[in-house]
DNA sequence: GATGAAAACTTTATAAG
DNA sequence: CTTATAAAGTTTTCATC
């Protein structure tokens, strides 16, 4: 089932799709070039196979309230899987936590949240990452422009 | 036109949408409790309002070829608003490049990367972002594992 | 791959309680 | 807000070239 190497068409076809994941199947087999019925297949192909995970809307952070985005890297005070696994999944289900990443080189974590503000981080600093048990160090980058953000470009 | 607030059912209705965002306006007010047609209103002032800043497929970095992210910060040798701009844009325009953040702090700008292992890294250093002038240092992170990636969630 | 057709469902608009 | 209606369009399946 996941044989078949992607050919032009389809990758027109997640280009369309990740551009405006709405796009009906008419629209879309216009636009990729191709008649509605093998433009159907095709996508539930892509779905099937896991090349689209799936659909989302794309949210707007300012208007929610969190207009800044802050970069937190941590360093942890033990390095066993157990203490690694458990920070990681303690900062994945907070809420104003965007990314969580392990990582290799200086940090064992690299974390983007969203925050109102220099009081939203700090009371996100205090109420929830110092919370948590097992950080040595930490170093925030705040930012202060995003020039662009996004999945991964279908490649050529 | 931007003068409600959001209320209880607006917040369902994104984090409906968040989860797909190809969910029919029929099945989307059932699950957010409120008869098709006010449903319908509500999501088309969301959208309206920019709350909802558009939809898009979530697409597979790993499937399309390029499993490993690298976080990349640079420091520019120069910093007017030329230079600084300038640099930032031709980052934006490579399509490896996932994110690239105006940042405050140690580096000008913080930059992720999507590739194919460390042959794909070395190439993209080597042929694109070594290539853009006026980059005094910069520093690597490999990731090893992304436990948390998405949008902003919707406060309760 | 293209076409065409049919049933089920969705979208969009409008009107009335 | 709800319910109801209705035309236009979309989705999905399926048979055929």
């Known amino acids: 089932m996941?044989?078949?190497?992607?050919d032009d068409?389809?990758?027109?076809?997640?280009?369309?799709?990740?551009?405006?994941?709405?796009?009906g199947n008419n629209h879309l087999a216009e636009e990729v070039g191709l008649s509605p019925s093998p433009c159907w297949q095709r996508t539930?192909?892509?779905?099937?196979?896991?090349?689209?995970?799936?659909y989302t809307a794309v949210l707007d952070q300012e208007k929610l309230g969190a207009p800044e985005t802050v970069i937190i890297e941590v360093t942890l005070n033990r390095h066993d899987d157990a203490v690694l696994e458990?920070?990681?999944?303690?900062?994945?289900?907070?809420?104003e936590?965007?990314?969580?990443?392990l990582t290799t080189g200086e940090y064992d974590y690299y974390i983007k949240v969203a925050?109102?503000?220099?009081?939203?981080?700090?009371?996100?600093?205090?109420?929830?990452?110092?919370?948590?048990?097992?950080?040595?160090?930490?170093?925030?980058?705040?930012?202060l422009r995003c020039l662009?953000?996004?999945?991964?470009?279908?490649?050529?």
Chains 1, 2 share one sequence.
Do not use: C, N, W
């Open 2 to 6: 996941e044989i078949r190497p992607l």
């Open 44 to 54: 539930r192909r892509l779905e099937a196979e896991g090349y689209i995970k799936g």
């Open 86 to 95: 458990t920070f990681g999944r303690a900062m994945a289900e907070l809420p």
């Open 97 to 101: 936590v965007l990314e969580v990443y």
């Open 115 to 143: 925050v109102d503000g220099t009081r939203g981080y700090e009371e996100f600093l205090r109420h929830k990452l110092y919370r948590v048990p097992g950080i040595q160090h930490s170093r925030s980058t705040f930012t």
């Open 9 to 23: 068409i389809d990758r027109r076809i997640l280009r369309s799709l990740q551009r405006d994941g709405r796009l």
């Open 148 to 156: 662009k953000q996004g999945g991964i470009s279908v490649p050529a």
